[in-house]
């Protein structure tokens, strides 16, 4: 039996509709619908046109970005594969298509309507439990979760106190760890998120749970008004889908930014790239890939600047050979201060001096993250070991930062 097709929204503007084709297997078609707007493009990458977009074993890179991978797709795999005949990756979308990060939606509707169910975030923070919370907010919050990542997490809605403003949507990811696999993830990026602000970094709001299971973070893209906005991955702006997460460069990403970031947004977006590629290669930090890069704007035509960092972390404690996501100066070990130097010139175009004090930043930032992460450990014995190592990581990336010469 033929399935029908996805409406695509942009916030709640209908613009188009997704499908299978008819004649081709494995091939999927979205096309706009007559009248829409340039400003109501789905994609930076994908203009308003007569003509439909086509893609072959896969959806086109813009819907593909937001599907659930690991825990949270195999659940749903488990859950629908036998009720939804060959189920594939737009039956995946149009489970999780009402509520995603960023300003696209999907109904089977030609009408959206986006309500989240409200969380009381107090009750993750302070939560004395584990995994039977998350389970819980599996249950009520996974089908509103269109979000990508291989560690689960879920997309909620906070209650709002009287008088300020009800978002229908999510306002927050909660992210939770197995501990057996990765002990002590949680704080391992609570600690380095916020080091990376120490560093000049924009990053989004977190909170880490008394129980040190969960993380809470803000959504960078809802506007305070309450509409989302648009939000692309350097894989989709590569051209790439999901699976090509880790083909490309540090360079190649700076290129693309000049090529999608606003001309009066490159300058800082291109410090704040810098800085972020810098801090992430300090921490040890080994899977910084297409997709921890992304841009935002509220629609098309409109100024596009470079998102905040986001899940930072440092790897090489549980990897501790772990080597750098994607290449730079042609190669993936962490690199040393010399070609740090030189990246941070290429991307910048500052001079020498100034690339300088910029890694002196970085430096000051990680410095940072080392104290949080030695003050973790003093609170929390059982986690002296992971801090040990957490700590040994931090400072080997700032005698490389370095060169070798010891600071405070």
């Keep these: 039996m033929k399935k029908p097709p996805l409406h695509v929204f942009t916030g709640k503007a209908p613009v188009g509709t997704l499908a299978r084709s008819d004649v081709e297997a494995d091939t999927f078609l979205f096309g706009y619908r007559a009248g829409t707007a340039a400003a109501n493009a789905v994609s930076l990458t994908m203009p308003v046109r007569a003509d439909q977009y086509d893609s072959m074993a896969g959806l086109l890179p813009v819907f593909e970005m937001n599907l ?138 977190i909170q880490l749970s008394k129980n040190r299971q969960f993380l809470v973070v803000d959504r960078f893209d809802l506007a305070s008004e309450g509409s989302y906005l648009g939000i692309e991955d350097f894989c989709v702006l590569d051209g790439r889908r999901s699976q090509g997460r880790y083909d490309g460069s540090y360079e190649g990403i700076n290129k693309r930014m000049t090529s999608f970031v606003s001309a009066r947004a490159l300058a800082h977006a291109r410090d704040q790239y810098a800085r972020i590629v810098a801090y992430n290669c300090t921490i040890g930090n080994g899977d910084a890939h297409l997709k921890k890069f992304s841009v935002l704007y509220r629609h098309a035509e409109d100024q596009v600047e470079l998102a905040p960092a986001y899940d930072i972390v440092s790897t090489m404690p549980y990897i501790p050979r772990d080597t750098l996501a994607l290449t730079m100066d042609d190669s993936k070990q962490f690199p040393d201060r010399t070609r740090l130097r030189k990246f941070v010139r290429q991307v910048t175009g500052k001079s020498d001096k100034s690339a300088q004090g910029l890694l002196e930043e970085v430096r000051l930032g990680v410095y940072v993250a080392q104290q949080q992460a030695d003050d973790y450990g003093r609170q929390h014995a059982d986690a002296a070991r992971f801090v040990e190592r957490l700590s040994a990581v931090f400072k080997a990336g700032m005698t490389r930062l370095t060169g070798g010469r010891r600071r405070p």
């Design 68 to 205: 659930p991978e690991g825990a949270l797709r195999e659940r749903f795999r488990l859950q629908f594969a036998k009720t939804i005949p060959e189920f594939d990756d737009l039956d995946l979308l149009q489970i999780v298509g009402s509520s995603q990060i960023g300003r696209l939606r999907y109904s089977l509707q030609e009408a959206m309507s986006e309500e989240v169910p409200t969380q009381d975030l107090a009750e993750i923070l302070t939560y004395k439990g584990g995994a039977d919370l998350f389970v819980h907010l599996l249950e009520r919050f996974a089908v509103y979760s269109g979000i990508s990542g291989m560690q689960p997490k879920v997309l909620v809605r906070e209650i709002k106190p009287p008088g300020k403003v009800t978002h229908q949507g999510a306002t927050h990811i909660v992210k939770s760890f197995d501990p057996r696999e990765y002990p002590e993830l949680a704080a391992n990026e609570f600690i380095c998120t916020h080091g990376a602000a120490a560093a000049g970094i924009a990053t989004p709001r």
